[in-house]
């Protein structure tokens, strides 16, 4: 917009100044003795509209390239996650814990897979929680990252983990190839007598339900006598 669609007029006794914003749409400042005043008062609000647009802009810029920080992205996309308070608190407290302190001021496209990599290892070695709670936090920020894959800010994900490598890996595989031992109709059957001889007659009917149902404990809970 042209600085020259800045201009004075008289309002009664006093002078107010007439500026564009950011839409075209003019604006008014006022209460001023003189028409140079009122005239000044519009090219500062001008300036300071074209200067809020121009970091604006240049924010716009920084985003679409992937430059904006970590937790600039998160603050961004939070109010916009469609899940249950609880939820929204469970998934808070890694964030605020762990991953903003490591990588908050970090811009997205620095991120890489291998210090992410390191920096869960470390925290499983180093602090007082179960790995699952410190795996759960690598996976919200899989979750926070994939999303910038899906807004084009990202190419790919720094937070997915590389697959079939490593101990756990292959204590997966051996897990999946070893044979699954499942009880014989006589073992639960015994055990469903052991259980009955400790706690009564109706344990000794749960766990022959769950043996030859595949319900489990809490679904046998809610069962009642038709």
Known sequence: MARTQCFAEKRGAAWRGRYPDADGRMRSTSGYPTRAKALQAAWAERARIEEETAKNAEEAERAAKGEITLAEWIAEIWPSWDIELTTRANYSAP????????????????LRREEIDAWERALINDRGYSVEYIRGARRRLHT????????????VNPAT????????????????????????????????????????????????????????????VGLQAS
Not at 95 to 110: E, T, Y
Not at 148 to 155: F, M, N
Request: glycine letters at 10%; one cysteine or more.
């Open 95 to 110: 964030i605020r814990r762990f991953i903003l302190p490591a990588f908050g001021d970090r811009r997205l496209v620095s």
């Open 161 to 220: 983990r590389r697959r079939g490598r490593g101990r756990k890996a292959s204590q997966d595989r051996a897990h999946a190839t070893a044979e699954k031992i499942w009880a014989a109709e006589d073992d639960a059957v015994l055990l469903a007598e052991r259980c009955g001889l400790l706690a009564g007659e109706a344990e000794f009917i749960r766990v022959l339900v769950m043996a030859f149902t595949g319900l489990r404990w809490g679904e046998t």
């Open 144 to 155: 926070i990252l994939a999303d910038a894959v899906t807004a084009g800010r990202l190419q």
